[in-house]
């Protein structure tokens, strides 16, 4: 069950080339591409002359041509010609809207009468020239839900990611989950600790000694339907951690956006957004390569656990205070789902 | 659904050597193999003893012996021996009328009190020194009837096929759609065109200028329940195209005979038979080889097709005079099987 | 359908490592792991916490800790300890009796309270410096049952395994089929034959010579729920057999434990128990070797026959004399499980 009237990240603008891209999100087949001047357009993956997959066609003049027997549908889902054919009467196929703001493509798979632009998160990293980022994209066998458990109880890095961004002091220290807005949000701070290595090399960068105690933090920010962005970072023992002057600390937002494929798949756009040395394109890659494999680790896990659900299906699970923020975070996308289910329909209007 | 009462093809010759075959043909498990003479014989492929597959057996003195304790059952699907058994009363398997003629095995699924070998089609160029014929075997995750509506609208080429027999003036030449007996013909003409590079090299087989213009046409010839064969070539300008002087023209049969393995599964036996250059065999191999590329860039198509059609269930599609061989070929199908089921059973005529 | 209150062998010794091991068995998912010095622990492979598996965490302190958040679970399938939590009140979960012993790890999947140690059978070769054992394990895609099915019946041997254990004289001799106590016992004889290779390689370890005419004999010895010990031998032709002098004959026993993992799969450990050379270990990797080969040959007959049993599902198979061992067996395995699910519930006890 996944909220619909809501904007999902679809793909990031570079998979969307001079081809169509065909890619399941929320149950339904979409095929996005680019039209005129580039603008992206989503429509139902589906030719409504035989069937065929739109997403084999190719784009000619803005609009997507059928790879199969040529009938050319725009942007709007409406057949604008097919050789020899009058298609006025073809019945249209459905689009959706789609926008590309901040690097990624958002849709809205549900009511599109309802879709605002202006409702697309704010990512203040992007054309931020303070601001580098790094990322990719993952599919994964589990529910988005399991991702976004794991994203707001970092307790796991402790116990999944031994030796790179995970260290004794993560479960030691005691989380808190408060909203702000509309926003879950789980903290956890960690006073006067050595720093672990990633962010050892980040204070080197920033041209600090890695060597003298820190104070570090994560806040896990959920935003329904599917986006976790993690404040992180470390700063000088005692000078206010996240707080602190900016030549004192270093600090990075991890970014986290889970898009439904199926109630048991979903698409897991990943990367960092980081406050320091933005002009380093070699640190950008080394930084994605590395954060690649970390959260490749929370696959296996992520996919037993998903098995696991269904195998045991019915069984009752704990909500510890380290879960408060997913509990919270399931129940506002609940709370979406069933209004979305209490919405009158057109008939019912009447 | 497909007819049962009717031959299909299920394997080519040379698939049956001295090991029996499996195939699953129209949802049913058999067991082809060579009996006595080299002659084929079908059965269940299910071992009366304990059920093992009796396509993992072998064949002895004309029989069929199952791998595993050595029954061994004749062609009829009778036992016929087993060591320190008597095996008079053991219950017989069903066998399958079954045919080898014109370069392929035939099947009759259904009641074969009702089999008929006079109403195989006849292939008028096996075993014709003035034909040449290739083909392949193609498994394909789609229903057969995808592929006879594939086939009975050869637009496609013109988006599927480019570059090998596709060109723009298919799309832009009208089709007919009429019945010759239970035949229903899809036909096309392409009046004083460029050849496109397959034909060019027909052309200069034949000893013709590839460069001059020509008339080009596509018959497409559908016979239930899963035969397409299509009269192809092309003709000096202007000379009366398919009934032109048999020097001034060169042309062939494509071949298509498709057999339902499941419901969304078929077995494609595909070739061209060829009335020109019959005697190189270099030539044969060749067309093969390309057929086969140009039939392969069908199958994402179509299996793709297939998936859509399970996805978008209920979707209604457009039947256009393109689609009109399509149409009523499955029109044809379809009444079959209603009077397939309209049959009173044994236990009915009492 | 499997019974559950009984002993089935889980793994070998070896599968449990300083890791644990997660295997299904009887329908179940368990993690396996050595707890306090090294004794077998089995639980369910599910962490109360989120689900997540046990058997990706790790092994401390002979507590199984699990992988995602540190949650400590003990052997009895209590939460033991979490970081920063109070787990008294944490919901136990299953833990199942396990007993080393004979160089098998058995488990009890049914009702604990029932489980009696003393009721794992003996193995008599196992510490027994007079016999060597060598053996493996096999994944298969089909019912334990027809597994026990296969080798109460070793007519198949003639078939199957050509060239290594069969010989046409295994289907010339008849069989018979008794009861020993709760064991099913069926065996053949054959006498004043040539020893087929493996008994010839076998004559001459035991410095026989493996030209002369032997007696040889088979007994298949089921019993419930997945055991068959098959006494294996031959002796110098008149000798008695299976009864002859320890000089005149060398025998084996083919060790086979089945474990279901579902309703169409199972684990299947395999060995043999050798009465000859026990001291000389090539010789034990070198029948390992030879019988895992030979045992792979039924494989893919096995898995095809399982295949076969759904797609003709219903379909009434032979019972004859050779299968009387295989029909016995199951109609114990049959019994037991009416016999269980007759049992009182806990509820109904009142």
Redesign the interface.
């Known amino acids: 069950m996944f909220p619909m009237n809501t904007w999902y990240v679809a793909c990031t603008p570079d998979e969307i080339t001079d081809k169509p891209l065909g890619r399941k999100i929320c149950g339904l087949?979409i095929v996005l591409y680019r039209g005129r001047e580039g603008k992206v357009a989503a429509l139902?993956?589906?030719c409504?002359?035989?069937?065929?997959?739109l997403?084999?066609g190719s784009v000619v003049d803005g609009n997507l041509?059928?790879?199969?027997?040529?009938l050319v549908m725009d942007c709007h889902g409406k057949a604008v010609s097919?050789?020899?054919?009058r298609v006025n009467g073809?019945?249209c196929i459905r689009s959706y809207p789609v926008e590309e703001r901040h690097g990624y493509v958002w849709i809205w798979p549900g009511d599109a009468a309802k879709a605002d632009p202006a409702t697309i998160p704010d990512l203040p990293w992007s054309n931020n020239p303070e601001w580098a980022f790094g990322g990719g994209l993952y599919h994964i066998q589990c529910s988005y839900r399991l991702m976004v458990?794991n994203l707001m109880?970092l307790?796991?890095e402790?116990?999944?990611h031994v030796g790179s961004i995970g260290q004794n002091e993560i479960?030691?220290s005691?989380v808190k989950t408060h909203m702000e807005g509309n926003q879950v949000v789980t903290s956890r701070e960690m006073h006067d600790i050595v720093a672990p290595p990633f962010w050892q090399m980040a204070m080197r960068a920033q041209g600090l000694d890695d060597q003298v105690r820190v104070d570090r933090w994560q806040y896990s920010r959920f935003t329904a339907p599917g986006s976790v962005l993690i404040d992180v970072g470390v700063a000088l023992a005692g000078q206010g951690g996240i707080n602190a002057d900016p030549a004192q600390r270093v600090y990075a937002i991890v970014v986290d956006f889970m898009t439904p494929e199926t109630e048991t798949s979903h698409w897991y756009f990943w990367g960092m957004a980081r406050h320091f040395k933005p002009d380093d394109s070699a640190l950008t890659d080394s930084i994605r390569q590395g954060q690649g494999a970390i959260f490749n680790q929370d696959l296996?896990?992520l996919e037993?656990?998903q098995?696991?659900?269904e195998?045991?299906e019915g069984?009752?699970?704990?909500a510890?205070?380290?879960?408060a923020g997913g509990v919270r975070a399931n129940r506002i996308l609940d709370d979406m789902v069933v209004a979305e289910r209490a919405l009158p329909t057109e008939a019912a209007v009447g």
Chains 1, 2, 3 share one sequence.
């Open positions: 087949q139902e993956d589906f409504p002359h035989r069937g065929a997959a997403s084999l041509m059928c790879g199969y027997h040529g097919m050789p020899m054919q073809f019945p458990d109880d307790t796991h402790a116990y999944v479960d030691q005691p296996a896990v037993a656990q098995h696991n659900r195998a045991f069984r009752r699970l704990l510890l205070n380290i879960d």
